[in-house]
């Protein structure tokens, strides 16, 4: 069982940038692909990033191509979503995801964090 820890959500203004957080409770991380899926109201889960571990290779969703950058911290252990140039329809809730053994561009996960909140208005 992986266990997902979700940190840094809040208010930002348009345009703005903030840095989300994922600590995985597993022993062997490289085993996993961490990602980040996020949940406006009225509408459904929309992938955003992931990372495979073992090769650091990426996926995007369109919508946040160029502006979101997905990444691993070996020092904190975290798996980081870094989103720049932040717009309103950015505002969900965010969740940390994990799949063995890669990420799949369908951004199909097993293990769930339990979400923060991130919201972008002026």
């Known amino acids: 069982q992986v266990q997902l820890a979700e940190s840094g959500g809040g208010s930002v203004q348009p345009g703005r940038s903030l840095r989300l957080s994922c600590a995985p409770s597993?022993?062997?991380?490289?085993?996993?692909?961490i990602g980040w899926v996020r949940q406006a109201p009225g509408k459904e889960r929309e992938g955003v990033a992931c990372i495979t571990t073992t090769d650091g290779s990426t996926v995007y969703a369109d919508s946040v191509k160029g502006r979101f950058s997905i990444s691993r911290d070996n020092a904190k252990k975290t798996v980081d979503l870094q989103m720049n140039s932040l717009k309103p329809e950015d505002t969900a809730v965010y969740f940390c995801?994990?799949?063995?053994?890669?990420?799949?561009?369908?951004?199909?996960?097993?293990?769930w964090g339990q979400g923060t909140q991130v919201t972008v208005s002026a």
């Open positions: 597993v022993f062997h991380l490289d085993y996993y692909a």
């Open positions: 995801a994990a799949v063995a053994p890669r990420c799949y561009s369908d951004f199909d996960f097993d293990y």
